[in-house]
Structures are given as structure tokens and as C-alpha cells.
């Protein structure tokens, strides 16, 4: 098959790219997850949340999914740094 012949939208749309390392952005835990699907609900976050395993742990956090990340990936609460590890 020609790879030429096919829509380009469709073609990113098949496409992956997992590292090794996660990257967070500086901003909410409810933006970064969101970052997986383009127009996702609240729903939908939490429910990616809770396939990763991460649910629990983001609402025990003070502001829940509003929790801001800072610049370098990392929560700051309860006098000590907290990494975010989890695809969406």
C-alpha cells in the first residue's frame, strides 16, 4: 500500500508515541490528561484517571483535578514533591 494514498488525519490519528519518561505541562492535572483527547468531558478525564490507577491519589489532593503542576512536571503539597506518572 502507498502510504501517500491514505488521509493524513486519519494516518495521526494511528499513531503513537509512549517515552520512556512522562512529560506534565505547568499546568491543571485535568488539562494534562486531557492532553490524550482533544475536547475530553470531566467523565472522561477521571475515567482515564481511574484506568491508570490515579484517581484515587488526584482526589485526595487538595484541589482535586485542578491541582496546577508546576513548570518541571511535579506537585508541590504536604511539604513534599509528588511525580505524576500516568498515560492517558
Not at 502507498?2 to 506534565?24: F, H, M, N, T, Y
Not at 491543571?28 to 490528561?33: D, S
Not at 491508570?52 to 485526595?60: K, L
Amino acid at each position: 500500500m502507498d502510504i501517500r494514498s491514505l488521509q493524513l488525519k486519519w494516518l495521526r490519528g494511528q499513531i503513537g508515541l509512549v517515552s520512556q519518561e512522562p512529560a506534565l505541562f505547568g499546568t491543571t492535572i485535568a488539562q494534562n490528561v486531557s492532553y490524550g483527547k482533544d475536547g475530553a468531558t470531566m467523565a472522561e478525564i477521571e475515567e482515564a484517571a481511574k484506568a491508570a490507577n490515579a484517581h484515587a491519589f488526584i482526589s485526595q489532593l487538595p484541589d482535586g483535578y485542578e491541582t496546577q503542576v508546576s513548570i518541571r512536571g511535579k506537585l508541590h503539597f504536604c511539604r513534599r514533591k509528588v511525580f505524576v506518572k500516568f498515560l492517558v
